[in-house]
């Protein structure tokens, strides 16, 4: 046989050996412990966005446990101290989001949970940092409204508020 015909084929069968060894690898969403308790798919939440400086996020695991109609919503007031709210697909959110030029985990410091038939609805209050053992940076609410499809949970929409001086956090 011709020797380099030899080489191109192995060298063929390496690169399709490693292709599929890198395909074997890749996670596979939604992971089941993500979305088979209401615990599971807030911890997922919270660890989706956290992360340190130029890491893009896997956005691939966010979007499996988001509903394909999911609505984010961002609400706070502006420099002029009027009210505003924000409304995007999580397709926009990922885009606005990007890759952060800082580190930013964001953890939940507090639940309350209240269910209805298939859907539950999470206050979840939480605190961001800069840096994953840091010095908290802020702290706010946020609105977790959540479905139960039989199978699986999925979150339907969110949106949060950040504490500041007019709008501290409840005592509760």
């Given at each position: 046989m011709n020797t380099k015909l030899l080489k191109s084929i192995t060298v063929l069968l390496f690169i399709c050996f490693i292709a599929n060894a890198q395909e074997a690898n890749k996670t596979s969403y939604p992971l089941k412990a993500d979305v088979e308790t209401i615990d599971g798919i807030i911890k997922a939440y919270y660890e989706v966005i956290s992360g340190p400086?130029?890491?893009?996020?896997?956005?691939?695991?966010?979007?499996?446990?988001?509903?394909?109609?999911?609505?984010?919503?961002?609400?706070?007031?502006?420099?002029?101290?009027?009210?505003?709210?924000?409304?995007?697909?999580?397709?926009?959110?990922?885009?606005?989001?990007?890759?952060?030029?800082?580190?930013?985990?964001e953890y939940e410091i507090k639940r309350k949970t209240q269910n209805f038939g298939n859907i539950t609805h999470i206050w979840s209050t939480y605190e961001t940092k800069r840096e994953k053992d840091g010095a908290v940076t802020a702290r706010g609410i946020n609105s977790i409204q959540l479905y139960n499809d039989g199978e699986r949970w999925w979150i339907l929409s969110w949106m949060f508020d950040s504490e500041r001086k007019d709008n501290p956090l409840p005592k509760k």
């Open positions: 400086a130029g890491e893009p996020r896997d956005w691939d695991r966010d979007v499996s446990l988001h509903h394909s109609d999911a609505l984010i919503m961002m609400t706070g007031k502006n420099k002029s101290n009027s009210p505003y709210i924000i409304t995007q697909s999580l397709a926009e959110y990922h885009k606005s989001f990007g890759v952060p030029k800082s580190g930013f985990w």
